[in-house]
């Protein structure tokens, strides 16, 4: 990774769906002294602008409305007209759970955060994003990217998917006498 990635100049693109999650956001990107942020409370006008300017990256809250019955990070990546589909996205929650996540990744989310967020977190992804991409996927199915890079593509160890029958030993509670045991 990257440290000397300058953010300073980057334009950042908030869709938010609460208030106080807006303000976070906002307030750790005064930290790491991003100056060009554009809020957009509404997914319409988030797309819209997505068609119309580029953004290094995308913060959206997960609580931001849909956009023509499909949700934010999904419209961003497939709706027509957008300039740059393979922005980074990063999804904001408050409580995710591993289905939220899941959900997430299969909508082509660069990555999930979750609250409270620190601005080292956010420099920290953000850096990655842009400095070492992830290759994007484009299937008909899904579009974003890959969620299996960064693994080695060439490893050399054994098979750890096969299941190995490990010995137990059981121990069988005591039989009063002159009751027979059966193992079944």
């Known amino acids: 990774m990257s440290e000397q990635t300058d953010l300073k100049g980057l ?9 106080a999650s807006i303000a976070v956001l906002r307030t750790a990107f005064g930290l790491l002294g991003l100056r ?4 957009t409370p509404e997914s319409a006008r988030a797309v819209e602008a997505l068609r119309a300017q580029h953004f290094a990256a995308v913060f959206c809250d997960a609580a931001a409305e849909p956009f023509d019955d499909m949700p934010f990070p ?16 990063f999804l904001i929650h408050s ?3 591993r289905r939220h996540i ?3 990744r299969d909508s082509g989310v660069t990555d999930v955060l979750t609250h409270p ?3 080292a977190t956010i420099a920290r992804k953000l850096r990655i994003a842009i400095a070492e991409p992830r290759p994007f996927i484009a299937a008909p199915t899904f579009f ?12 050399k160890g054994p098979d ?17 006498p002159g009751t027979d045991v059966a193992l079944v």
Not at 36 to 39: A, G, H, L, W
Not at 160 to 176: F, N, S, V
């Open 160 to 176: 750890r998917r096969t299941r190995i029958a490990k010995k137990t030993k059981i121990t069988l509670p005591e039989a009063a």
């Open 95 to 97: 409580h995710a759970r």
């Open 117 to 119: 967020v620190s601005a």
């Open 102 to 104: 899941e959900i997430a």
């Open 144 to 155: 974003g990217p890959d969620r299996r890079a960064g693994r080695p593509e060439t490893y």
């Open 74 to 89: 999904l419209a961003a990546r497939r709706a027509p007209g957008v300039l740059n589909p393979m922005t980074p996205l």
């Open 11 to 19: 334009r950042v693109l908030l869709v938010g769906g609460r208030p």
């Open 36 to 39: 060009q942020i554009t809020v």
